[in-house]
């Protein structure tokens, strides 16, 4: 039986017993303590109650009625272990599942902040309690409505395939703003790049624009995956756990050699502090926040901005969007699509009415 553990503590006073209460896969709150006719007495006075002979413990259903008596009977639950011990399951189940560390990371601070907002036992949770988190969510915490899904997947996976909670599935998830990513133009990545002196942060702002490759991805390179013969990047459990391989820049490969020569490496291509861990992403945001000072550029851009750049300007050059598709790792192709509509190719040979108008009266 899968079990989480609630709640463990040593009754004193009048009745001294080790006591522990959990709640099991199929929802229901169990109590398990040492035979004493005291206690049984009372357990008898909670509505719904059943004696379970085999695993020796008692049931009793997950409502707030039944937990509230079970606290006047047993004493308040320590609501700051509870948290501790659910999420510390929510994380091992997750391990097992072998998901990645920023999704354990992003569903843990999510379900964490979720009982923090409600201040109530997982028994005690309904529906109304998650949809006035999401609201606050928006309200109060300005979310985006990528961020605000993440939430949605976080609770839904806690509550509804740990817990197994059947309400948690009447939650409706928000419809994602449909905006178009920003671009960096040719001239604009010119001048970024031009603007950097550090050889190492131009490697690794210029392998990230050259391939495609996400910040994630281009911190967590390491030397033997760079092919130069092949010119090739293999890339390596990039989102969704997939291996995939990029294109490799001469242009970006020659400045990658100077920083090697520099700088040898022997685990990661681009190292941190401390050469056994790789650089942060978080270096990196800062790296480009910086070029891009300097370059002057007044978009509203981040890292990630250089792989839009990267396959809009492939598409404008007439590369097929399936191959790009592929470069870049997407699913599927509506992903992908997006850059048909920030693309100038199509757009720039359109004349506008106004230029017609102004061409007849010039005649």
Known sequence: MEVTHIYHRKLTAEIMCDVTIEKNSDGRITVKFHYNENLISMVKTIPGYRWHPGERHWSFPSDTVTSDKIKEIFGEYDISRKQSDELDDLRSEMMAREYSKSTIKSYSMFN???LDHTGKSTVDITND???????????????????????????????????NQKF??????????????????????????????????????????????????????????????????HVRSAKGRKDRYTILS???????????????????????QKKNVHITTRTVQKVFKKGITKAGIQKKVSVHSLRHSFATH?????????????????????TTEIYTHVSNSRISKIISPLDTISDMEEK
């Open 112 to 114: 964490r902040r979720f």
């Open 129 to 163: 309690d998650i949809r006035d988190y999401l609201v606050h969510l928006v309200d109060e915490c300005n979310l985006s409505i990528s961020s605000l899904n993440v939430a949605v997947s976080a609770l839904k996976f806690y509550y509804g395939e740990i817990l």
């Open 168 to 233: 948690i599935y009447d939650t409706k998830r928000p419809k994602k703003d449909k905006r178009l990513p920003v671009v960096l133009s040719v001239e604009e990545i010119h001048r970024l790049f031009s603007s950097l002196e550090n050889v190492k942060h131009k490697a690794i702002l210029m392998l990230t624009y050259s391939a495609g490759l996400r910040v994630s991805e281009v911190v967590k390179l390491k030397p033997e995956d760079i092919d130069t013969e092949r010119k090739m990047i």
């Open 250 to 272: 001469n242009t970006a490969l020659d400045t990658l050699n100077i920083y090697m020569s520099a700088h040898p490496t022997e685990r990661w291509l681009f190292p941190g």
């Open 314 to 334: 492939l598409l404008e050059s007439g590369t097929d969007l399936r191959y790009i598709q592929e470069i870049l790792g997407h699913k599927s192709s509506k």
